[in-house]
């Protein structure tokens, strides 16, 4: 393919003409040949014009300006001639490419619909709040074009106007992140026509981050200033949090009672049960499932089926080989082993059974749809919701994160440092203390 500069022979209003980009393709006569025109945005007066060398004279209006996205032209007409002649572009996003468009004409545009489609809800949200940061450091009011979103210089006084504004170096090289992931997404699936690389003049050195651990006398101090059934909840959340090895908040609403495994029988606990039955004051009692619900029954009255009640997860913490089998929320999408974490009856089986009588009891009202019900109840389950539902999980725990840091004077993410820094002077290993922590 060939790609020339021409002059529209079509005189404009004013006396302007139009410079062109003339695409060729294939021989002349050929059923393969290609010819097409691309009209520029830049009009000459042809009298002030130099043919020859292709620039405007002296004596032409504005005639450095024009020179400039003359020489803008040429810079597109070689990017297109080089990505199409190395196939990095097809025939037709090297058309696109002249013509100034994508697919998406601006940022917002392309986060509302693919990123939005292919994206969970809390990336997607992470994407819109980053593009927010953007309009916000460079005081754009409208849309964000995808020249504006790619530009050096933009990126340059994005970085210095949200340091000047208080942000972290971390902060800014997170935003910048993300401006990356928008961009390379794009350029992916053909929208945009070059891979964004980021200069790395652009980067903020980090500061080391203070790893915040809390102490025992901190959680004492903690459940001094407990007043409410909510306060406890929310020390209550922290604790459990540090028990089942740092996990997050999308962590504990994800415990399943499925996911429940027997060290002796390797298999979901339920069968498991069914198998050995278990022990009530010294007597083996029966088990049965019942068809309709799906769940495992104690028959109190041994073989009569009647006077029953849920069985307790408690009833075989005692022999402490019961373990749940969890993906973490974080990194459930990498090639992370499961979890194994031990359920003993104490303290974690009985902190789990006591925050779900207590949850039911302080959001019954309010919000019944994240609860576990009693005709579907989950043994593990404190609440019952999609994570991936991110208005509703963040409804959910606002109202405990501001508990918490008000009592304790920590966030819950510090359990996982908590935990990793007590095992680490404990003199666990880092090999096994990531393996521990779900790494």
Same mark, same amino acid.
């Given at each position: ?22 695409? #060729?393709?294939?021989? +002349? ?100 709040? %980053? ?39 971390? #902060? ?10 928008? $961009? ?12 964004? %690389? @980021? ?23 903690? $459940? ?11 020390? +209550?959340?922290?604790? @459990?949090?540090?028990? %089942? ?162 009592? @304790? ?20 290993? #880092? ?9």
């Amino acid at each position: 393919m060939r790609i020339t500069l021409k002059i529209d022979k079509q005189v404009k209003k004013g006396g302007l003409q139009s410079i062109l980009f003339y695409l #060729s393709h294939g021989k +002349a006569g050929s059923p393969n040949q290609y010819r097409k025109h691309i009209t520029s945005k830049v009009r000459i007066r042809l009298k002030h014009f130099d043919q020859i060398n292709f620039r405007a004279l002296p004596k032409h209006v504005d005639h450095a300006g024009i020179n400039k996205a003359i020489r803008e032209l040429i810079d597109m007409r070689d990017t297109a001639l080089s990505n199409y002649n190395t196939a990095n572009w097809s025939h037709e996003q090297a058309v696109n490419y002249l013509r100034g468009r994508t697919a998406y004409d601006n940022v917002d545009n392309y986060i509302e619909t693919e990123m939005k489609r292919t994206r969970k809800p809390v990336t997607y949200q992470d994407y819109k709040n %980053t593009l927010a940061a953007f309009k916000k450091h460079l005081n754009i009011t409208g849309v964000v074009t995808w020249h504006e979103f790619t530009n050096y210089n933009n990126h340059e006084t994005f970085k210095r106007n949200a340091l000047k504004a208080g942000r972290t170096g971390t #902060s800014v090289n997170s935003y910048f992140k993300k401006i990356r992931a928008i $961009i390379n997404d794009a350029h992916m699936r053909g929208y945009l026509h070059s891979k964004f %690389t @980021l200069n790395k003049q652009l980067r903020c050195p980090e500061r080391p981050k203070r790893i915040e651990t809390i102490s025992p006398d901190d959680l004492m101090k903690a $459940i001094d200033k407990i007043k409410t059934l909510r306060d406890w909840q929310s020390v +209550a959340f922290y604790l @459990l949090m540090f028990l %089942t090895r740092g996990m997050y908040l999308a962590d504990i609403v994800n415990f399943k009672w499925a996911n429940l495994k027997n060290r002796v029988f390797d298999e979901d606990m339920s069968d498991a049960v069914i198998k050995r039955g278990i022990t009530v004051d010294g007597d083996r009692m029966p088990l049965y499932e019942d068809e309709a619900l799906g769940k495992v029954w104690l028959s109190l009255d041994k073989d009569k089926k009647k006077g029953h009640e849920w069985l307790s997860l408690s009833k075989y913490y005692e022999d402490g080989y019961d373990y749940l089998v969890h993906r973490r929320s974080k990194t459930k999408e990498q090639g992370n082993p499961d979890m194994l974490i031990r359920i003993d009856k104490h303290p974690t089986g009985n902190l789990i059974q006591t925050l779900q009588i207590t949850v039911q009891y302080t959001h019954y009202k309010n919000m019944p749809l994240i609860l576990n019900h009693s005709h579907n109840i989950d043994h593990l389950s404190i609440f019952n919701y999609d994570t991936d539902n991110n208005e509703l999980h963040k409804k959910v725990w606002d109202n405990y994160q501001k508990r918490i840091k008000e009592l @304790l004077g920590y966030s819950y993410k510090t359990a996982r440092k908590t935990f990793d820094t007590y095992a680490m002077e404990l003199k666990v290993t #880092s090999t096994v203390r990531r393996i521990l922590l779900g790494h």
